[in-house]
């Protein structure tokens, strides 16, 4: 079983609608939790931290559920920008700084 | 500007040769990391240093080997002995468990 796991997607959204992806973590002892953007054969960027009592970043919004070992994202008033590969990230409590990913979810946000 | 630096952005290797990938930061953060991309995959995660003069593999290490001899610098070989190293590489870095930063990455091709 991956350590990280995403649905691969594409999740197609029209313009201006909602889109919501899980991800879903299998070590208990995980600390931190991020979402990267990565635009095709570009690098990952940091998108937001996730923090417990979850956190909105404009149109994001990020929660945790640690007694379901997952995290999501919700976009809100999809734009045609928001096209991308989201990319879940997670620390495991016992190794300092390195990082877990997933393999990514695609959106693609239609005219 | 502050950030990581990743050069070359291209890299043609022939069968047989070494190569090594550049990787400068200028963030002041301690640890660093190199990745490997695959088409259609998740990063993977190939050597990763937490301070000065100290490195630790990651999950792929085979056939890559890494310095750290300065905090600014993690250069990365591949070597002959990694049998298909055709991949998108990248560069992060992070200060404590904060989020990582990468630099543009290099596109690496057997000719």
């Known amino acids: 079983r991956k350590e990280v796991e995403q649905d691969p997607g594409p999740f197609n959204v029209p313009e201006g609608a909602t889109v919501a992806f899980n991800c879903t973590y299998s070590?208990?002892?995980?600390?931190?939790f991020f979402w990267y953007r990565q635009d095709c054969r570009k690098e990952p960027k940091l998108l937001m931290s996730?923090?417990?009592s979850g956190n909105e970043d404009g149109r994001f919004t990020a929660q945790l559920n640690r007694a379901s070992q997952y995290i999501s994202l919700l976009i809100r008033d999809s734009k045609l920008s928001d096209s991308a590969t989201y990319l879940c990230v997670v620390t495991l409590g016992d190794s300092w700084g390195k990082f877990q990913f997933g393999a990514g979810t695609q959106v693609v946000v239609t005219p | 500007d502050g950030g990581i630096t990743q050069s070359p952005k291209y890299l043609f290797r022939k069968e047989g040769q070494n190569v090594t990938l550049s990787c400068e930061q200028n963030?002041?953060?301690?640890?660093m990391y190199w990745y490997r991309q695959d088409p259609g995959q998740g990063l993977r995660l190939i050597y990763y240093s937490q301070i000065v003069n100290d490195f630790q593999k990651g999950d792929i290490a085979e056939g890559y080997s890494v310095s750290r001899e300065k905090k600014e610098s993690f250069p990365l070989t591949v070597t002959s002995a990694q049998k298909n190293p055709t991949a998108f590489y990248l560069c992060?870095?992070?200060?404590?468990?904060?989020?990582?930063?990468f630099g543009q990455g290099t596109r690496l091709t057997v000719v």
């Open positions: 070590n208990s002892a995980s600390q931190s």
């Open positions: 996730v923090y417990s």
């Open positions: 992060a870095s992070s200060i404590d468990v904060g989020g990582a930063f």
């Open positions: 963030l002041n953060h301690d640890a």
